[in-house]
Nanobody
Framework: QVQLVESGGGLVQAGDSLRLSCAAS????????VGWFRQAPGKEREFVAG????????YYVDSVKGRFTISRDNAKNTVYLSMNSLKSKDTGVYYC??????????????????WGQGTQVTVSS
């Protein structure tokens, strides 16, 4: 099975940028659809972005369209989430998740089989 480790979170100011990484081990991430989720304090975990395992198709929740970009570098066995123009409402723990041969368009937690431990993103206004 694949193991996922997120990194790149931190404390930033509104308007700043961050790039999160989801590094995979144990399996080749190129055969997995990957999603990014986030969970704000006291709220449900929500889908943020997803990427297909094979054709590069990407999907985003409306609140991040035009600001966030999900991408993958299979040679590095890593999926990224580039976040620009960050807002305080983007604060939360960000998780990456994966499922073999998946489209990456699933928005529910049950759509993904493997999860990382999360990385904290805090945006101060």
């Amino acid at each position: 099975q694949v193991q996922l480790v997120e990194s790149g979170g931190g404390l930033v100011q509104a308007g700043d940028s961050l790039r999160l990484s989801c590094a995979a081990s144990g399996r080749f991430i190129g055969t997995y659809g990957v999603g990014w989720f986030r969970q704000a304090p006291g709220k449900e975990r929500e889908f943020v972005a997803g990427i297909s395992w094979n054709n590069g198709n990407t999907y985003y929740v409306d609140s991040v369209k035009g600001r966030f970009t999900i991408s993958r570098d299979n040679a590095k066995n890593t999926v990224y989430l580039s976040m620009n123009s960050l807002k305080s409402k983007d604060t939360g723990v960000y998780y990456c998740a994966a499922r073999p041969y998946d489209s990456g368009r699933g928005t529910g937690q049950g759509d993904y089989r493997y999860w990382g431990q999360g990385t904290q993103v805090t945006v101060s206004s």
